[in-house]
């Protein structure tokens, strides 16, 4: 099976009566997302495009589902656009795809014209009542390879303008390969969606649950404000497995929730996008003692994932969680500055060779050259790895540890310091719900913003316990809500800005 839709037509076929996707409006049948998205595939198809950009300007919903899927049937790629993003960002993202065609909703048309888009505009609901056209789809099918883009995901670029990781077929499939095995996906799975769907994040349980039959509930975004309400939700709907950012997780242990409401069917944890705080999944562990828990980690440009951990032993709050190793079917490497590879316990860059790695990035011919390169390790033939920006060591156990980014490396007093070892420190402190590390670098400052129930003055004690002095921060400050941005990340962009400038 070449694309990721041959191996959905199996698993459709299998199990046409069962829930594929649902939120709280609607259900989709994998029988009726199948044909939607065979609707959706047609009318995109009868335009004549082929492995080009189709966005899709929509609200995360099994209609979107359908609409990913239908793009994938008529032979082109998708990116979800999120409408609530400002339209000068939109509009940049569209300069670099020219997209074929746009599907969105009525109510999203005034919004969307903002961005200046000016081509073919479908409509959701009218192109997933199309009547699927057989053998239009038959002819697309014979000239797809696994090689062909699936989608393509904006992520923020350093100088301000969207990068689009093109992912294919191939790398979706060779990944979801190892998730479904890794972590036992089958179609008794019921997956709690948190993540955006313009996020990599998201890319791990919808495709995992499409290849196995699993059912997708998308949690209402709303939830996470009335947390209660969120986990209500979840024992209604029996959600058995979830894939969460670690802020997420933190909202339910930081209210301690589980005294109040604990869905009985939850199984499996996963978690990847930030450094999971061991106070919170402390926390988490003990109301699930026989749950499954993992830290996975990786960026965008291998897919989603590189390296997994699954938790299997007890951590203090001090400890760094260990990102683990390589996920069977990628390999990683630690190399340093020199080019070579690191020894045991010697930080140094983190790079990934195999079939998650992504082409490139979209109509960026020097930013992909930057960041997919020749393997460092050998030079006898043309291997293309990824270069993550990432630092990271490995411990006496061989496992890896995430040590930060090469970009929020610092230098201060003279002393190489990384930002988020100051965090770690921040979140140990009893009562500190969330930390964030700054750098004013024309100030030479470093400072610290903090989310909790602990007075300034007693974390900043705190600190002293724990760090040297040239990393304390010259400023502790707290905050009545860290703010998050819309993949549920704390918001680093803004705060930076109110705090820095």
Same mark, same amino acid.
């Given at each position: ?40 595939? +047609?009318? /995109? ?50 300069? +670099? ?16 014209? &903002?961005?200046?888009? *000016? ?18 789809? !038959?002819?697309? @099918?014979?000239? @797809? ?57 998201? #890319? +791990? ?30 024992? !209604?709907? &029996? ?5 969460? #950012?670690? *802020?997420?997780? *933190? ?23 930030? #450094? ?132 929020? &490396? ?20 009893? !009562? ?5 590390? /700054?750098?004013? @670098? ?24 724990? /760090? ?34």
């Amino acid at each position: 099976m070449k694309t990721l839709t041959d191996h959905f037509d199996r698993i459709a076929a299998l199990y046409p009566d069962k829930k594929a996707v649902s939120d709280e409006q609607e259900t989709l049948t994998y029988g009726e997302l199948a044909q939607q998205a065979k609707g959706i595939g +047609t009318a /995109l198809a009868r335009t004549g495009a082929k492995r080009r950009a189709v966005s899709l300007f929509l609200h995360k919903t099994p209609r979107c589902v359908a609409a990913m899927l239908g793009t994938s049937y008529s032979g082109n790629f998708y990116v979800v656009t999120d409408p609530d993003m400002p339209p000068e960002r939109i509009r940049m993202t569209y300069e +670099t795809l020219d997209p074929a065609a746009v599907i969105t909703e009525p109510a999203l048309l005034e919004t969307l014209r &903002q961005t200046g888009f *000016s081509g073919q505009v479908f409509l959701i609901d009218e192109v997933r009542c199309e009547a699927p056209d057989p053998a239009l789809l !038959q002819e697309v @099918a014979s000239q @797809a390879l696994s090689t062909d883009p699936l989608y393509c995901l904006f992520t923020s670029g350093s100088t301000g303008v969207p990068k689009g990781t093109v992912v294919t077929h191939a790398n979706v499939i060779a990944y979801t390969d190892w998730f479904i095995h890794a972590f036992h996906i089958d179609s008794t799975c019921i997956f709690g969606s948190q993540t955006p769907f313009y996020f990599s994040m998201s #890319v +791990t349980d919808l495709f995992g649950a499409l290849r196995t039959g699993a059912e997708l509930v998308i949690l209402p975004k709303k939830f996470f404000a009335f947390p209660i309400r969120l986990l209500q939700f979840m024992e !209604q709907r &029996q959600v058995n497995i979830i894939y969460w #950012v670690p *802020s997420a997780l *933190s909202i339910i242990a930081n209210a301690d929730l589980f005294r109040y409401v604990r869905p009985q069917t939850l199984k499996t944890v996963l978690f990847a996008g930030e #450094v999971m705080p061991v106070k919170q999944l402390n926390y988490w562990r003990s109301f699930y003692p026989d749950a499954l828990f993992a830290n996975l980690f990786g960026p965008t440009e291998t897919t989603d994932i590189c390296t997994y951990y699954v938790v299997d032993r007890p951590f203090q709050e001090t400890e760094a969680l260990p990102i683990g190793r390589a996920c069977e079917g990628c390999q990683v490497m630690v190399i340093g500055p020199d080019g070579k590879e690191c020894a045991p316990g010697e930080e140094g860059e983190l790079y990934v060779r195999g079939p998650f790695v992504a082409p490139g990035y979209y109509h960026a011919p020097d930013k992909t050259a930057a960041a997919f390169v020749q393997n460092p390790l050998q030079q006898a033939y043309p291997e293309i790895v990824y270069k993550t920006g990432d630092i990271v060591r490995t411990n006496d156990r061989g496992e890896l540890i995430y040590c930060g980014r090469v970009d929020h &490396q610092i230098k201060h007093f003279g002393y190489r310091i990384e930002l988020g070892e100051i965090e770690a420190a921040a979140m140990a402190v009893d !009562q500190v719900f969330a930390a964030a590390c /700054l750098f004013d @670098a024309a100030g030479d400052r470093i400072l610290l913003l903090y989310e909790g129930k602990v007075p300034e003055e007693d974390v900043q004690t705190a600190l002293k316990d724990r /760090l040297p002095g040239y990393m304390l921060p010259a400023m502790v400050k707290k905050l009545a809500a860290m703010p998050h941005n819309q993949n549920g990340k704390i918001d680093r962009s803004r705060l930076k800005a109110e705090y820095i400038g």
